[in-house]
Nanobody, 122 residues
Framework: QVQLVESGGGLVQAGGSLRLSCAAS????????MVWLRQAPGKQREFVAA????????YYADSLEGRFTISRDNAKNTVYLQMNSLKPEDTAVYYC???????????????WGQGTQVTVSP
């Protein structure tokens, strides 16, 4: 069993930065692909970024235009999402998830965090 707890969300002005963290319990964190997703009000949940178990590969939504960076520290059981040049359209609840395989199918994700709110003001 893995528990995921996100933190680092908040209110920021457009153009600002935030770093989200997702801390995992358990000893098997390094065996999971870690994924960040987000859901804006009235919209479907969407993929943001993913990172393989050894951090040798990362994947991003094309819409991010290189503004976000995902990273992980397996020694700390934590995955991060550095968000720069934030825009009002980045406003959403951000979730981290763990998957035992690299997949775009969120139904295959094994564990989910509770989410953290990010609000970007104009």
């Amino acid at each position: 069993q893995v528990q995921l707890v996100e933190s680092g969300g908040g209110l920021v002005q457009a153009g600002g930065s935030l770093r989200l963290s997702c801390a995992a319990s358990g000893r098997t964190f390094s065996s999971y692909v870690m994924v960040w997703l987000r859901q804006a009000p009235g919209k479907q949940r969407e993929f943001v970024a993913a990172i393989r178990q050894s951090a040798d590969s990362t994947y991003y939504a094309d819409s991010l235009e290189g503004r976000f960076t995902i990273s992980r520290d397996n020694a700390k059981n934590t995955v991060y999402l550095q968000m720069n040049s934030l825009k009002p359209e980045d406003t959403a609840v951000y979730y981290c998830a763990a998957a035992d395989i690299l997949t775009a199918n969120s139904r295959r994700f094994n564990y989910w965090g509770q989410g953290t709110q990010v609000t970007v003001s104009p």
